[in-house]
């Protein structure tokens, strides 16, 4: 292009994701039942699979990743779901996953406003103390299929 730069846009790309719903659906209450202080690959490999203790460093990634990644095609959640801070509906609107497996996948592909599917785990989400809250349509449970 003889010195000359091809650009498309204007400004950086800059993607912003709100949520600003009517309060209606269910909650999926996300979070770690068993402490882990400083999340690494080996433990949470540990915690999930008592075979996979002879991993370490990008072993240890890989396995990890290939877990989360077949527990989160088995989630019947959306491709991607709000995430709240807070309880804003009544208990009875309120579900609580007890599969540590689902909650470390679940936990691995969320941020602090955004749950999706697609994205790459991050192993630092997995920890002792966070509490994720998806905000899930009517009929959507949160379970495996």
Same mark, same amino acid.
């Given at each position: 292009?003889?010195?000359?730069?091809?650009?498309?846009?204007?400004?950086?790309?800059? /993607? /912003?994701?709100? #949520?600003?719903? /009517?309060?209606?659906?269910?909650?999926?209450?996300? $979070?770690?039942?068993?402490?882990?202080?400083?999340? /690494?690959? $080996?433990?949470?490999?540990?915690?999930?699979?008592?075979?996979?203790? #002879?991993? #370490?460093?990008?072993?240890? $990634?890989?396995?990890? #990743?290939?877990?989360?990644?077949?527990v989160t095609a088995q989630l019947t959640l959306p491709s991607a779901a709000p995430v709240r801070q807070d309880l804003d509906v009544p208990e009875s609107r309120v579900v609580r996953c007890d599969d540590l497996a689902e909650i470390v996948a679940i936990l691995a592909r969320s941020s602090d406003r955004v749950y999706l599917r697609e994205k790459s785990p991050i192993v630092s989400g997995i920890r002792s103390g966070r509490r994720v809250i998806l905000v899930l349509p009517d009929g959507v449970e949160g379970g495996r299929l």
């Open positions: 292009m003889s010195g000359r730069q091809l650009r498309n846009m204007s400004v950086a790309p800059k /993607t /912003t994701i709100s #949520h600003r719903g /009517t309060g209606l659906g269910r909650r999926l209450v996300v $979070e770690l039942p068993v402490p882990l202080a400083e999340p /690494t690959p $080996e433990r949470v490999l540990d915690l999930l699979d008592a075979n996979s203790r #002879h991993l #370490h460093g990008a072993d240890a $990634e890989r396995e990890l #990743h290939r877990l989360i990644d077949a």
